[in-house]
């Protein structure tokens, strides 16, 4: 839950979220414009990194339509949604984040033989990895404000409509009126939220997203 205490602080997840949105929009204010970046080249960039950084036991990288998140990584592919819109940030984001936190946990656990069951991933353990990732999308570098905008405001959309019950349409225009979102970012935003739900009023939101702030 939002009003949960991040570990080790007084602060809640939600309060943390708010600290970090406003963080975001200082930086956003003295960001340069970061360049447009495709598909296809995304793909190329990370095979390319990704190839250095793992070696032989590199995953593999492939352009995968339908995905619910612009990035996935599992089962060795770090999955990349073609019709997303990318930049050149983007690109550091993922080889931190999908790759070499993500991967390489799964690469780590296939290599030892005592603790099979670390080769299948939980809810115990992916709330742990999804913390971990955003660390070090921090401590690396790799982050950037409209990427922070995004964890901050999944967070404090799960509060609203844990608190408000706010509908589909009602966080679909949220999205798009305060957050500043087109109608595509806005809609699969939103999606994430109500994943698995009704998108009702009676409805609840998919929460995992919490985890991100909650575990960093």
Known sequence: HPNQKVPGSNQTILEAANSLLSYANDVSMKEPRLKPVSSDNMKKELEFRIGIFFGSDKPLVKLVNGLGSDAAAGGGILAIRPDANFNEKDVDVFDVHEAQVH?????????QPWCLWLQQISPRTEGTQEGLATFVEFVSGATYSKRMQKIANRVIGIDMILTGRKTFVEMFQWHK???????????????????????????LPFTRDISYLKNM
């Open 103 to 111: 991967l390489l946990a799964e690469i780590n656990a296939h290599k």
């Open 177 to 203: 009126e305060i957050c500043k979102m087109d109608d595509e970012s806005a809609y699969n935003s939103t999606a994430r939220i109500f994943a698995g739900s009704l998108g009702n009023s009676d409805g």
